[in-house]
């Protein structure tokens, strides 16, 4: 009897060839579709990403700029805006007197710690003297007419934050203008030593010294804003000269802010600062140039042109 083998069967291979026409006809345009939507996809990804990212971006930006805005509220910021004015019967003779004193207010919510150097015109003619002499030293040949006309035709004080950066050689004359205080937050405070005093007699005969004859309340203040660790300077400056005389016929002394030496951020004192330079930059160098802006005549020197006759 004869057995008939079962045939022998070949294995699966992995490699398969669509034979059927439907698969040869649209496999590639099912390929290209799936890629297409492959790709779509990963574009909505990479727009999503993108999108979630400047998001973070801008949300980090809001962060530090509410960070900054609160650090701006909160440090310390002193300002000198204004001038208390008292007036009182200082001894027996009678004699009325105005005390006026510049009132420096810290208006941020932080502590800070400060450096002053406050001038009133008790000492304003030892600081003048003091600048003086440090200018003979650097300049031998010292233009007096440029102090003149800053005193006479600027009408304007020195740069009271150079007393912070007088020579070593100033240092005992440096120290006496300089003081230091705390100012807590919201801090108003109206110090004595930078105040200073009229009476009715000055006003009535103001002598060459006297505060109604170019007197100055002025000063510079250097202090730390702890939250930004940096510091700032400010500045003040109040002329005390003349009268006025308000509705009640009775006559006072004239308070006024400087045409320099005002300012409350290091922007404005620098640009304050240049347009001092600019000014002073006016002054004569020279006798013959002081007396032409003084319309005189130096002898020796060209007469000066006689006016027009088209001038009235």
Partial sequence: MQVKLPTQQKPPTRNWYARDPFHVRFAPVINTIVATLTLTVLGFQ???YLRQANIMNTQATLAQAANELTKDIQSAFLTVSDVKEEDHIF???GDLRWRFTPIIENSGNTPTEAELVMINPRTQWEVQGNELHIALDKIPTLNWHEFEYIEREMRVPYDPDSIFYWPERYATQRDQFVTRRIFGPKARIT???ASTEVTWSAIQKPSEHSTLSGGFLYGSIH???MLRKKSHVT???????????PGSGEPRPNVSP???WNCVTDESCKEDREAYDKERAAAPRNPEEWARQHGMHVPGSPAPAPPSQSQP
Wanted: a negative charge.
């Fill in 235 to 245: 500045k003040y400056c109040f002329m005390v000269g003349g009268i006025t005389i």
């Fill in 46 to 48: 990479v727009c999503i």
């Fill in 191 to 193: 110090p004595y030593d």
């Fill in 258 to 260: 400087c045409r320099h």
């Fill in 223 to 225: 202090y730390n804003d």
């Fill in 91 to 93: 001894d027996q003779t």
